[in-house]
């Protein structure tokens, strides 16, 4: 092989070129301080509001603990999270930048969210059928007979054991 065919296997095709300020295809790019400050600002708050609600909902003691206990533990441990992360922001160097997949994430936590709403307006019926479409169907890419299936299947089994067998007083509309 002479040296000249050397160098034409060895080179790069213009082509396949990336600019330096592109990450590489597949790589998520760096976040920074900003976004890595959003990320713990995000559990301060959720932990904030989670203890003032908590707070209505009376802590009780140790020995008797009361309904808001257990969340009003949690939020605390959320609160010192967030205030952590925020603490590290300016050493962290492997933060990285809101993508698709973000908000795929912030779509979910909604969807918990109306659905803890929903669950106390009308029942867990329709709210997990149409909870489970959404995670099915749009996150997990399911087809329609396959989310349809499990959809009303999980939802009959959630409603057979813990309403039927353990008789758990969930608010429901379907009365057997």
């Known amino acids: 092989m002479t040296d000249r065919e050397t160098v034409e296997v060895d080179a790069v095709p213009q082509d396949d070129l990336q600019p330096a300020t592109e990450p590489p295809e597949g790589e998520i790019p760096p ?7 959003v990320a713990g600002a995000v559990p301060v708050l959720l932990g904030l509001v989670t203890i003032w609600l908590a707070k209505g ?3 009780g003691t140790l020995t008797e603990p009361g309904p808001g206990l257990w969340p009003m533990l949690v939020a605390v441990l959320l609160v010192f999270a967030g205030v952590a992360i925020m603490l590290g922001v300016r050493r962290a160097k492997d933060t990285e930048a809101f993508t698709r997949g973000t908000t795929v994430v912030v779509i979910a936590a909604a969807s918990l969210a109306v659905y803890a709403f929903l669950f106390e307006l009308v029942g867990f019926e329709i709210p997990t059928v149409l909870l489970l479409v959404l995670w099915l169907k749009f996150f997990g890419r399911e087809g329609w007979r396959s989310t349809a299936v499990v959809s009303v299947v999980t939802t009959a089994a959630v409603y057979g054991l813990f309403i039927i067998a353990l008789g758990v007083p969930l608010p429901h509309l379907i009365v057997f």
């Not at 976040?31 to 400050?37: D, E, M, R, S, W």
């Open 31 to 37: 976040g920074g301080p900003a976004l890595a400050t």
């Open 57 to 59: 909902l009376g802590f």
